[in-house]
DNA sequence: TGTTGAGGATTGTTCAACAATATCCTAGCC
DNA sequence: GGCTAGGATATTGTTGAACAATCCTCAACA
């Protein structure tokens, strides 16, 4: 066993959430949630915990574990906090190694071929690749792993998204165009680019989101 | 009840860690400490998960929980994630409303009145404090408690250094310095300068563990 | 209509027993 | 002498249970 009982149950649950099979606002009843795995309770805790970690999932005391709610704050918290991150990435491409630098470009041609064959799911799953490969331009671990729970985060907001298509296709261009500068050298270009795009990004969720709840 | 069993053994360990009872690499045993503190081991366990989350011990699977060592690359590591941090916080501070820009200039302040009564202990929280507060000019809440991680993290690190003086002494006037850019709106400096002061005081850390490890 | 309170359901905490795993020690081999 | 295999031992992982504390529902009541 390479993973405790406990990682594994959060995997699943994990999985299970970003499907959308546990939407958001759910609560995750111990119990039933006991039963439906085959662990205990107190394994399931532990599972809770780490997704607690990864704020996937909140905890409210006396009352158990839900699945997170995105509001409009949290998404422009969250594009707060990966601007900061990304631009260290662009701001490190110019002493990153050629493997991190074709890591980007590849999840740029995964993109578009997602997009080619009409896989608009694929597409954006390709895109937060996108993204993380930025921050790992900075090579460091505490900004892959701070990266990996924002863009976990996000993903709850894809759920209320009614078109993929809509929202990913504008910006494989942007993506291909922010890959080919940071290639050429124009790191002030790509930095500046990049701030106007996540802001731009940030709003088309927003007014999806406000959409939604309307 | 106000605390929990876990909870109370939780900051009795968090005290023998950082008074240096329990030393960094020293791993903590579940039946030892349970019978020292007359609890149950899964109430330890519970208890070392709340230290995890403070990332004051690391667990490791089937190995148990150690006191968390810090090595020359995390602080390489934790320095890039601040400089990212920061760096926004910074870029962020013509946007920010006055009581933040307050905060930062009264963490000068604070810190100064220590070194002024020779507490370098304390002007040691106090830089912390500006750091912090620089970063809080971003206005995220994720900003701010990765901050909080990583400075608690880098707290462990302060343990190896010979004399807090001959480390903070030199960065009073650096922090002053900052603060009245900032205020003046200088910018563009402020970055520049937010920049070389830390990689300033990352090799100073890292020439003090390279020494201690000597 | 709003409030109160009993009760039922759910989570919080702790425990001890059993299973799974790593570590250490010894014997045998090169 | 140094090294590897494998079994004994020590330690952590997991479980189910018991009990306490808290929240939620819903009916009775002012």
């Known amino acids: 066993m ?5 990682q594994r149950v959060a995997a699943a649950l994990r999985a299970r959430i970003e499907s959308g099979d546990l939407p958001p606002g759910h609560r995750l009843s111990e119990e039933a949630l006991g039963r439906e795995h085959e662990v ?11 997704l607690i970690h990864d704020s996937l999932v909140v905890h409210l005391l006396n ?13 422009t918290d969250i594009y707060r906090m990966r601007a900061a ?3 260290a990435g662009v701001r490190a491409a110019a002493h990153a190694p050629r493997t991190l630098h074709d890591a980007v470009s590849a999840t740029v041609t995964e ?11 694929q597409v954006g799953s390709a895109d937060l690749h996108f993204h993380r490969a930025l921050a790992a331009l900075a090579q460091s671990p505490r900004i892959d792993s701070a990266m990996d729970r ?25 993506n291909r165009a922010l890959a080919k500068m940071l290639e050429s050298g124009e790191h002030a270009r790509a ?6 795009y996540l802001d731009d990004a940030r709003e088309l969720i927003l007014g999806a989101m406000k959409e939604a709840h309307a």
């Open 111 to 121: 993109a578009e071929r997602a997009a080619a064959a009409g896989e608009w799911q």
């Open 40 to 50: 205990s309770r107190n394994t399931l805790r532990e599972a809770f915990r780490l």
């Open 85 to 87: 991150l990304e631009t």
């Open 63 to 75: 009352r158990g574990v839900f699945v997170r709610v995105l509001e409009p704050a949290d998404v």
């Open 150 to 174: 924002l863009l976990a985060e996000l993903r709850l907001a894809f759920h209320e998204m009614p078109s993929p298509r809509r929202f990913h296709e504008p910006f494989l261009a942007r």
């Open 191 to 196: 930095e500046a680019e990049l701030t106007t």
């Open 2 to 6: 390479a993973l405790s009982t406990a």
